[in-house]
């Protein structure tokens, strides 16, 4: 499936706004709901302003004998995103101060944009320089840039409580695999699953945004309300080839989110890195801006601008596979059943330890004890010593080298004997009686 959605995708000229967007959103609307908002152009967000919409039809660069040089129709990277209307004849010199290549990587068509000021371009292959000798080319921009919409994608899974889990990625980069299609294809998979999950703790909020612009504009519009619910939230991006884990911190860089995926990583046996927070990538950077700081991080695998082929042609459909992506929709599933057996208990019995047989929870005779015994034993006692309403189960599952959804088993049958109790439930309590 996730192959199949890619090869509809990849080909849509998507954008910060326009009907590439629309398109996108209603293919992954057929795996899971994603209804699509839409913001008039002239909308303020902070201190940015959603801009004219753009769309484009048709594109081209000929020479003086009518060849066709470049064409949007071959590869919409050919054009500069957000290039305006253009119809003409320029001289050499005029088309070279609108032409883009990547000297470093000469077979690869560079992405460039300018959102945010009017001109128009072309990108083109550095080792085709060669093939614009003479001194006059038509120039043709079918192109249209008009007061419309910025439109994004939100889905949305109540749990039984309105605490939420975020996860966000972007639906603006033209024909590009890794920076771009990975995160909204690895984002519906998980999506998905969790619309299979009986009674999740966690509400579920899925976020399908151009980027930077499309998160400052829902958190102008729903910021407060994620200040209050989320309690993790990831960035989906640069996901789909088969490299190493990587994690950006959230700017606190002691949250859950970030308590989590490091755990998780650490529990999956797999390479990985830890990156601290900083402000260049995704949309992280609004998501921990000062005025939110929201424990939102981000599970890559390879960074974006971390890889040669980052922001071109060659970041195609052969960087990218199934199986990259199969594999990073599971570490976010491990990562959210983790965040979904977490909890923070209390040990009730506090004076010397609880006598565990009597309660069925230790072995009456003693001597050799099977594997899956001594692992239940060492989780029990575990629980029962660290569990003082300051350390979760992810803090205690770090102390044994185990899974922190390992020891939710454990943690019911202690719960069950009355050996432990869930802060969270008592704190809740708490709020009932106080009003």
């Known amino acids: 499936m996730l192959m199949e959605l890619f090869d509809r995708l990849f080909p849509i000229n998507r954008s910060i706004t326009g009907e590439g967007v629309r398109q996108s959103l209603s293919i992954l609307n057929e795996v899971v709901p994603i209804s699509q908002r839409e913001y008039p152009s002239g909308t303020e967000c902070f201190d ?39 119809r003409g004849y320029v001289t050499r010199t005029e088309l070279m101060e609108h032409l883009h290549t990547k000297p470093e990587l000469p077979n690869a068509i560079p992405y460039m944009m300018s959102y945010y000021k009017e001109n128009w371009g072309f990108c083109v292959e550095h080792n085709r320089l060669h093939e614009f000798t003479d001194d006059r080319y038509e120039v043709m921009i079918d192109s249209e840039l008009k007061e419309g919409h910025m439109t994004f994608g939100e889905g949305y899974i109540k749990g039984s409580s309105d605490k939420e889990i975020l996860l966000s990625t972007y639906v603006c980069h033209p024909s590009m695999a890794i920076n771009e299609l990975s995160g909204p294809l690895v984002q519906t998979m998980i999506y998905r699953y969790l619309l ?152 009730t019995h ?62 019911n049958l202690l719960e069950q004997s009355g050996l432990l109790r869930n802060i969270k439930e008592i704190r809740y309590d708490l709020a009932t009686l106080m009003g």
């Open 48 to 86: 940015w302003t959603v801009p004219k919409e753009w769309n484009v039809k048709a594109a081209y660069v000929k020479d003086g004998q009518g060849r066709t040089l470049i064409d949007f129709a071959d590869n919409n990277l050919h054009l500069m995103g957000y290039s305006i209307p253009f």
């Open 196 to 347: 299979q999950k009986e009674n999740p703790k966690y509400s579920y909020r899925f976020l399908y945004l151009p980027e930077t612009i499309g998160s400052l504009l829902y958190l102008s519009l729903h910021g407060e309300e994620l200040k209050q619910n989320v309690v993790a939230g990831y960035v989906v991006t640069c996901v789909g080839h088969g490299e190493s884990f990587t994690y950006k911190k959230s700017k606190r860089a002691d949250t859950l989110a970030d308590k989590a995926a490091i755990h998780v990583l650490k529990q999956s046996g797999k390479p990985y890195t830890i990156v601290d927070w900083n402000p260049f990538g995704s949309d992280e950077r609004q998501y921990c801006s000062q005025g939110f700081k929201l424990p939102v991080g981000s599970l890559m695998r390879t960074m974006y601008g971390e890889y040669p082929e980052y922001h071109t042609s060659l970041d195609n459909r052969e960087l990218i596979s199934d199986e990259a992506m199969q594999e990073t929709v599971q570490m976010y599933i491990d990562l959210i059943e983790t965040l979904e057996a977490n909890e923070t208990y209390e040990c």
């Open 350 to 411: 506090i004076h010397g330890e609880p006598k565990l047989d009597k309660r069925g929870l230790y072995p009456y005779m003693g001597g050799t004890r099977t594997k899956a015994e001594k692992h239940r034993i060492l989780a029990i006692t575990n629980l029962i010593a660290f569990s003082d309403g300051s350390h979760d189960l992810i803090d205690i599952a770090e102390k044994l080298n185990v899974s922190g959804k390992d020891l939710r088993e454990a943690a």
